[in-house]
T-cell receptor, first 110, second 114 residues
Framework: DAKTTQPNSMESNEEEPVHLPCNHS???????IHWYRQLPSQGPEYVIH???SNVNNRMASLAIAEDRKSSTLILHRATLRDAAVYYC???????????FGTGTRLTIIP | NAGVMQNPRHLVRRRGQEARLRCSPM?????VYWYRQLPEEGLKFMVY????????ESGMPKERFSAEFPKEGPSILRIQQVVRGDSAAYFC????????????FGPGTRLLVL
């Protein structure tokens, strides 16, 4: 599986937007970009995924670069509940396993 | 809708004992995945099962570990003769159809080997 690179940690103020970057320069044409997050002492939670176009759902937005070598997860208005480790994962179509890296630990400052 | 259920949530075993971890997938889901998370590390894939079949066990240690997903009942991850290095959080996920469907995770079982 192609690798992803994320900052180890980020901080953001409560009620402000958060932009979490992910680099995936070796992405292939059939790799989907998935984001999961893991709150403390819980299992991972699906956030969003996309292939080429930007995606929005009730939790977040995913902005994908035109060359697909990077993407950004956008939380529009961070709350304390959004404090978690965020994982950017490339998932090859038809490959069932998720390959987790070390993710970005997001801290929300009240 | 009940989510993915795992039990027990915490399990303590002494070295050499057996550990059995159970996972009940979401209603209507027939695909189950097991992952292990060592302290301060990311999750690592272990095994992917459908009802009565092991589809991919490329992440399973060669010895002492086995998994099953019978026609009836929960999926079981079994660890024989546990060692201290088996101490970790074990997460189960399920999906409805496989083939790149979203995986929904359970709360995990935290295994401590004394």
């Amino acid at each position: 599986d192609a690798k992803t690179t994320q900052p180890n940690s980020m901080e953001s103020n409560e009620e402000e937007p958060v932009h979490l970057p992910c680099n995936h320069s070796t992405i292939s044409g059939t790799d989907y970009i998935h984001w999961y997050r893991q709150l403390p002492s819980q299992g991972p939670e699906y956030v969003i995924h996309g292939l080429t176009s930007n995606v929005n759902n009730r939790m977040a937005s995913l902005a994908i670069a035109e060359d697909r070598k990077s993407s950004t997860l956008i939380l529009h208005r961070a709350t304390l509940r959004d404090a978690a480790v965020y994982y950017c994962i490339l998932r090859h179509f038809g490959n069932e396993k998720l390959t987790f890296g070390t993710g970005t630990r997001l801290t929300i400052i009240p | 809708n009940a989510g993915v259920m795992q039990n027990p949530r915490h399990l303590v075993r002494r070295r050499g004992q057996e550990a059995r971890l159970r996972c009940s997938p979401m209603k209507g889901h027939s695909h189950v995945y097991w992952y292990r998370q060592l302290p301060e590390e990311g999750l690592k894939f272990m095994v992917y099962l459908q009802k009565e079949n092991i589809i991919d066990e490329s992440g399973m240690p060669k010895e002492r570990f086995s998994a099953e997903f019978p026609k009836e009942g929960p999926s079981i991850l079994r660890i024989q003769q546990v060692v201290r290095g088996d101490s970790a959080a074990y997460f189960c996920a399920s999906s409805s159809q496989g083939i790149s469907e979203t995986q929904y995770f359970g709360p995990g079982t935290r295994l401590l080997v004394l």
